[in-house]
């Protein structure tokens, strides 16, 4: 019954439909200026209505290049892997064919004109660590990434290294940054310990000798500025004290306000935390931060700013590396928060709840 309904009203439609198209045809016939006339003004309304985006139709480009989104990546991009075997196996030379051509100039202005001189670079530096001129062991494995949609590309990765004969000269374990141009070449290079923020890998170093240790205006990624770095490192601090004041402190009036909205205060973040803390007690489970890492800061046009962070976190026998990434706004107060941190989601009211 239905479809023998619908059937019908189908059939009447189109009827209908063609009876109004003849008679725009037959009205043309007769009065055709008049008519012709009137198509053209229903046609340019129309026509108006879609390019000012009336039928939610642009077909115009977004006024803001500036703008650049991101989303996140299902596995590395094979350059900045390609990029990070070479450096494992010492190859300088093919280190220098999978980067930018703007990252080649700026290795030339360092000095170091091809990737013969690049190795010859790396291989004083390995005689220097190691008198028995051994080489390092190092092992990657891909953390995460994202993918901008203005082609470029940004994966990191965690580094063991195993190199006995340098001992204490290099650390054991490192986060490597690397960013891709649109055409999949590498554009820049960054490393940081996983302990020691200031820790960078040596070999590294000198191979691209314009990031060398000391030389950068933070220890952390990126062009953070030195106020909204204190910012955020005073809300980690809180974070892996269990210190709820400090961490309320760091929040902008409007985040805070938004979070009391939801029946979060200093007050419940802190009795969160401190159950937290009766928890391991009672149960006798050990429980700490061993300390944190700023791993990226990004400064964008409109004054916002987003630094990224990772903590060690122990839990029983259990290490875990959370991440924190904190919005800024141009007052250099926090105005989101998103993280994996079970405690901290605890304390901000979240589902997630620690274990």
Known sequence: MFFRVMGRMTVRFFAGLGGAIAGIFKSIIRHPVGSIFTLLVIGGIVAAAIFTNGF??????????????????????????????????????????????????????????????MQKRIDSKIGELAKDKSKPRYRFLWIRGQTNSDGTAQDIFRGDVEWPAAGAQIGKLFAYIINTDKDGKVGSVLTQGADDPGLTDPLLDVAFPGKEKGKEKDAGYGQSEAKRKAATEEFMGGVTNFDAKRVWNAFSVTYQNELKDKG????????????????????????????????????????????????????????????YTLLVDKEYKIIAVGTSDPFLSSGLGRKQQAQ
């Not at 930018?100 to 700026?106: A, H, N, P, T």
């Not at 009795?271 to 391991?280: E, L, N, P, R, W």
């Not at 700490?288 to 700013?305: D, E, H, K, V």
């Open 264 to 323: 979060v205060t200093v007050d419940t973040m802190q009795k969160a935390f401190d159950q937290v803390k009766k928890q391991t007690q009672d149960s006798k489970l050990k429980l700490g931060y061993s300390g944190f890492t700023l791993r990226q800061s990004t400064a964008y046009p409109n004054g916002n700013s987003v630094d990224n962070y990772w903590a060690s976190l122990q839990i029983g026998d259990q290490v875990q590396l959370p991440d």
């Open 56 to 117: 939610g139709i642009s077909t115009s480009k977004a006024s803001d290049s500036s703008v650049i989104s991101a989303e996140p990546s299902q596995q590395s991009s094979g350059k900045s892997e390609e990029f990070l075997n070479s450096f494992g196996k010492m190859n300088a030379g093919a280190m220098w064919n999978l980067l930018s051509d703007k990252l080649k100039q700026s290795e030339i202005a360092s000095g170091i004109t091809s990737g013969e001189a």
